[in-house]
């Protein structure tokens, strides 16, 4: 197994740090390849050597939450929806920064629909509509609703300062899910 530099990962991390603490001033599209090189203390062509572009680091930051969230899906898979959703609210928790900069803020349109795209996707063997009170109902059209609705009070408890700890979120949206989807 390769090992990677130290002084790479904590460029990358500065460069993510930075790129999340510009967006909480200013629009994405604001946000210029110098802004990023001062705020993470790196030249311009460290950037480049890293990323393409600012796109680029945006994509991968967004892809590398995107990641964890799929394997907490996975170690979850047997565990019922209140349980399991405190492996998602703990992993919110302890990236608050990330989470509401892309949903509270101004942050990055494209995170929200690439979130609520990849909960499409986990929730589709969640929704049994051939029995029980979803019998007969449009799947697509419930496993949508359920995505949705999961998204929306995410970014409800971002933009509303956490209004709650994230055990009461878990556990709230673990009995919403169990109505919903069994």
């Known amino acids: ?36 090189s001062d705020r993470a203390n790196v030249s311009r062509g460290t950037i480049y050597l890293h990323y393409m572009d600012k796109y680029d680091l945006l994509d991968k930051l967004i892809e590398t939450h995107i990641d964890e969230l799929r394997v907490r899906c996975a170690a979850a898979a047997d565990l019922d929806f209140a349980t399991g959703s ?20 101004k942050g990055a349109p494209f995170f929200r629909s690439r979130f609520l795209e990849f ?31 999961y998204v929306g009070v995410v970014e409800w408890w971002f ?18 899910l169990d109505r919903i989807c069994e």
């Open 1 to 36: 197994m390769t090992k990677i530099d130290r002084r790479i990962l904590k460029t990358q991390e500065a460069l993510k740090a930075a790129i999340i603490d510009l967006m909480k001033e200013k629009s994405f599209d604001d946000i210029t390849i110098q802004d990023l």
């Open 86 to 105: 405190v492996l998602w609210t703990e992993y919110f928790e302890s990236h608050y920064a990330f989470f509401s900069t892309m949903l509270a803020s």
């Open 119 to 149: 909960l499409v996707d986990e929730f589709q063997d969640e929704v049994d509509n051939t029995k029980g009170k979803n019998e007969g109902l449009n799947q697509d059209l419930v496993v949508n609703f359920v995505a949705a609705s």
């Open 159 to 176: 933009m509303n300062d956490r209004p709650v700890s994230y055990l009461v979120l878990a556990d709230q949206l673990g009995a919403l």
